[in-house]
């Protein structure tokens, strides 16, 4: 059974989902401010957890940094009223996973959390891959683990989802659909302005990695226009497409 935390200030919307998710097989743990979410959080481990951004007493925003902060490797959906592009992007960039807009049905938003529990377990069973190594990079999938010359990387779940599935293809082009079919979901709904911002964090945290203890060599993705991402090895290989 898997547990869930609900951040919701709204009681009569709060009172369907829990009462949904719950129908559903999942332990609820509903909480309607941001602080007695991020207690929450301080208290007990979730396997996902679903955040309105509209919240009483905290900017939603600031609360879904903070629960990436505690629960690095949940996975984190936010709930949002607020359906303009760059109000998405601020709350992917501050940690979540994904999003929905309201009003969405909860015949939707169960999908979306099956597909994510479901790919996280799989993620987590894998656990026969031996580690990736590129340039000063390694990359370990059974432990989760991502190193650039011992010193570990910070990575968000999907962003370590993210490299791994690119590293599979190390100096091939992998194309978008292929990248959120296989990290996100095959039936994947949303927006695909999600790989672009989770993309664009691992670049960050790479480059942040490679000058930690020194000048250190890590791998690079590149962007193919019209088509997708290609892992780069620091070694040598394509460069024809974009690394910003």
């Not at 009172?15 to 007695?36: D, I, K």
């Not at 208290?43 to 955040?51: C, E, K, Q, R, S």
């Not at 959120?180 to 664009?200: C, I, P, Q, Y």
């Not at 691992?202 to 250190?216: K, S």
Request: aromatic share 4%.
């Amino acid at each position: 059974m898997t547990h869930l935390l609900l951040v919701e200030d709204d009681e009569r919307i709060g009172r369907l989902l829990a009462t949904g998710l719950s129908a559903n097989g999942h332990t609820v743990t509903w909480q309607q401010t941001g602080q007695a979410a991020l207690a929450a959080a301080r208290a007990t481990p979730f396997d996902l957890v679903l955040l309105d951004l509209g919240l009483p007493d905290t900017d939603g925003v600031d609360v879904c940094r903070e629960l990436r902060a505690l629960q690095p490797a949940t996975v984190l959906i936010i709930l949002t009223a607020r359906s303009g592009e760059m109000d998405v992007v601020v709350g992917l960039e501050a940690g979540a996973d994904d999003y929905l807009t309201k009003p969405f049905g909860l015949t939707a938003l169960l999908a979306r959390v099956r597909a994510h529990l479901r790919r996280q377990r799989l993620l987590r069973d894998d656990e026969a891959d031996a580690p990736f190594v590129s340039g000063d990079l390694t990359l370990d999938v059974s432990s989760r683990r991502c190193t650039v010359a011992g010193h570990e990387v910070p990575l968000r779940a999907k962003e370590f989802d993210l490299l791994a599935r690119l590293a599979t293809d190390r100096g091939h082009a992998v194309s978008r659909e292929s990248l959120m079919a296989d990290v996100w979901d095959e039936n994947w709904f949303g927006s695909t302005k999600t790989l672009d911002v989770h993309v664009a964090a691992l670049r960050r945290r790479l480059t942040e990695a490679a000058t930690v203890g020194g000048d250190h060599t890590v791998p690079t993705i590149t962007t193919l226009r019209g088509h997708g991402y290609r892992l780069e090895d620091p070694r040598g290989g394509h460069d024809d497409g974009e690394h910003g």
